[in-house]
């Protein structure tokens, strides 16, 4: 069964970084796409990045674009969100998810259907 389990949440100062994994376990399929999401008190929840499970192509939503870097290591079976230059405006649970599909766009909360607990990430001097 897939499954997602996140990591690495905690409280910055505003420009510091971060470095959020996302443990996948359970494809049983050659093709996929893990998701970074976020979802901030009072908002919807909202992609940050996606990558492609087969061959590594990735999609940025605008705001994360310059900021933050999706990357994968399969041989670990992780997908890590590098943050830089962090924002008060980016505090959130972060969330990652996965799906079988092929592709990282649409990179859309809808597409996905296995998502971990979250993890808080707060940006605050």
């Known amino acids: 069964q897939l499954q997602v389990a996140e990591s690495g949440g905690g409280l910055v100062q505003p420009g510091e970084s971060l470095r959020l994994s996302c443990a996948f376990s359970?494809?049983?399929?050659?093709?996929?796409?893990i998701g970074w999401f976020r979802q901030a008190p009072g908002k919807e929840r909202e992609g940050v990045s996606c990558i492609a499970t087969s061959d590594g192509s990735m999609y940025y939503h605008e705001f994360a674009r310059g900021r933050f870097t999706i990357s994968r290591d399969n041989a670990k079976n992780t997908v890590y969100l590098q943050m830089d230059s962090l924002k008060p405006e980016d505090t959130a649970v972060y969330y990652c998810?996965?799906?079988?599909?092929?592709?990282?766009?649409?990179?859309?909360?809808?597409?996905?259907?296995?998502w971990g607990q979250g993890t808080q990430v707060t940006v605050s001097s």
């Open positions: 359970g494809f049983e399929r050659s093709y996929g796409a």
């Open positions: 998810a996965a799906e079988y599909g092929v592709g990282a766009y649409p990179c859309r909360p809808t597409r996905f259907n296995r």
